[in-house]
């Protein structure tokens, strides 16, 4: 295992005093306490390669939302720090980070068409109108809602709605989208499709997911990465195959094995 200069050439963990250029995020020592004295999040250390898709995984109340929230700069965190492509976002106003939202609930502006919902951010940042149009055209068509785009956002179904949100979140080409139960309120037909159409886009375009879901067998299906959270805490961040073949606690083991 050692090359001609004699120095060991096995895969060595990264540390983080080397800035490494293929990682997305570093999240070190992340904690979040809400004012009314819960424990949210505590302390919590884990790192996303550029372009994967990672799942973010654990039962109800364990963090993931807090984390998310803390990430995009939602809420305030109360230590730690967040790096986005090696630069210190952690204090930084959401709209310098590059990092999109979707919600599970949508969030889609009632009174606006899908269009207007979609060029809305777009119109916000100052991005001139041919510009908007292009990339408004652009996103439309990847997410085939073509039809759909003079629609209200009540004449859609959960699917379609789903779509909207994704897309109007994906027109700012964040380096990092952000994806919070997103298929929670679909039927199981309509999560398989929706599950192949984010591993299309995740395909074609050049962002890196995070995606939180308290479905085992739905990380496994979507996951490069996979972050398990447990009572405010990270017990393992690791590729699909070494978190079920290498489960790092008790936790992991009993957490994943309850998919099979
Ligand atoms: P998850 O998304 O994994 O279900 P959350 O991040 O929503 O978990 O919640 C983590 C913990 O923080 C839970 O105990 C929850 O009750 C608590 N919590 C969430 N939001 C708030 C808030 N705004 N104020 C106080 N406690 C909160
Ligand atoms: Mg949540």
């Known amino acids: 295992d050692t090359d001609h200069s004699g120095a060991d050439v096995s895969p060595t963990e990264p540390t983080l005093d080397e800035p490494i250029d293929d990682l997305a995020l570093e999240v070190c020592g992340l904690t979040k306490i809400y004012p009314d004295g819960t424990l949210a999040v505590d302390d919590i250390d884990f790192s996303i390669t550029d372009g994967d898709f990672c799942v973010l995984i654990g039962p109800s109340g364990c963090g993931k939302s807090t984390t998310l929230h803390s990430l995009v700069g939602k809420i305030p965190v109360t230590e730690g720090e967040i790096r986005l492509g090696g630069k210190n976002v952690t204090d930084a106003p959401t709209y310098e980070r590059d990092i999109g939202l979707v919600f599970q609930d ?3 502006f009632p009174h606006l068409t899908v269009e207007e919902n979609i060029a809305y951010g777009l119109e916000r940042l100052g991005v001139e109108k041919d510009e908007r149009t292009t990339r408004v055209n652009d996103i439309v068509e990847m997410m085939r ?12 179904s959960a699917g379609q709605k789903q779509r909207v949100a994704l897309a ?3 027109v700012l080409e964040p380096r990092l989208l952000l994806l919070d139960e997103p298929l929670g309120d679909m039927d199981y037909k309509l999560q398989k499709h929706m599950e192949r ?10 962002t890196t997911f995070v995606y939180v879901t308290h479905d085992q067998t739905q990380a496994m299906r979507l996951a490069d990465q996979i972050v398990v959270m447990n009572d405010g805490k990270v017990e393992q961040s690791d590729t699909v195959e070494r978190v079920y073949n290498e ?14």
Not at 145 to 156: A, F, N, S, T, V
Not at 197 to 206: A, F, K, T, V
Not at 247 to 260: E, K
């Open 168 to 170: 109007r979140s994906m």
């Open 145 to 156: 809602l073509g039809d759909l785009i003079e629609r209200q956002p009540e004449e859609l």
């Open 197 to 206: 159409e984010l591993l299309r886009l995740h395909r074609e375009l050049d």
């Open 106 to 108: 949508f969030q889609l």
């Open 247 to 260: 489960p790092a606690t008790a936790f992991v083991s009993a957490f994943v094995g309850d998919s099979n």
